[in-house]
């Protein structure tokens, strides 16, 4: 069946410096591969997405890669802050819709 | 838009007595989905509809579990008897109309503890 798996499952980082998560799926049909956020206590928060036909895509700082040969994608957080600190998830999508989430990625950003 | 409107937002009940979650989609989502987050097992997918219709419950743990989905603006997920172990925060979230370039939204989940 369909698989996300996502590393590492803790990250630690200094304010400033970059953060990167990193996660392979299964499914050759997924096409969507969206991100979120999830604070302590809050909902998931979609923060960035990209489809199949698409490498790379940016916003601010911000950055998702995908590479589809491999089946991998990561994000990218450059110039890190306080506030990044959150659970992060990437998740796989195909046209059945049904969106699989990797394990998530409790990220800390040091002051 | 009101987005993802979950009920409650919290409950406590009893082992052994029946719990319904609620879940209100965005208006004009064609998909929904419910999710089952605990801290061992991450955010499970449970069940989801598209246009009312379910499509795949293979995440649904055993025949405790039931969802609904009656129209394009309601969907319900009930547990009995409940169980300690069905303790968890509930996710329902809703979708445009497949193909669509926007993404799945969640509501702010029902806290469910049983004891």
């Known amino acids: 069946g369909e698989n996300v798996e996502q590393h590492p499952s803790t990250l630690s980082v200094q304010e400033g410096d970059s953060a990167v998560i990193k996660c392979t799926y299964s499914?050759?049909?997924?096409?969507?591969f969206p991100w979120y956020k999830q604070e302590l206590g809050k909902r998931p928060q979609l923060i960035i997405d990209i489809r199949s036909n698409v490498g790379e895509k940016k916003d601010q700082r911000i950055a998702v890669t995908l590479n589809k040969t491999a089946k991998h994608f990561s994000l990218h957080i450059t110039e890190t802050q306080p506030e990044d600190s959150a659970v992060y998830f990437c998740?796989?999508?195909?046209?059945?819709?049904?969106?699989?989430f990797g394990q998530g990625t409790t990220l800390q950003v040091k002051p | 838009d009101a987005g993802v409107i979950q009920s409650p937002r919290h409950e406590v009940t009893e082992m052994g007595q029946e719990v319904t979650l609620r879940c209100k989609p965005i208006s004009g989502h064609n998909s929904l989905f419910w999710y089952r987050q605990t801290m061992m097992r991450g955010l499970e997918l449970l069940i989801y509809f598209n246009n009312n219709v379910p499509i795949d419950d293979s995440g649904m743990p055993e025949d405790r579990f039931s969802a609904k989905m009656p129209n394009a603006s309601f969907s319900t997920l009930k547990i009995q008897p409940s169980e300690p172990r069905d303790s968890a925060v509930y996710f329902c979230?809703?979708?445009?109309?497949?193909?669509?370039?926007?993404?799945?939204?969640f509501g702010s989940g029902t806290r469910l503890t049983v004891v």
């Open positions: 499914d050759s049909a997924s096409n969507y």
């Open positions: 998740a796989a999508s195909s046209n059945t819709g049904k969106l699989i």
């Open positions: 979230a809703s979708r445009p109309q497949q193909g669509s370039i926007y993404g799945y939204t």
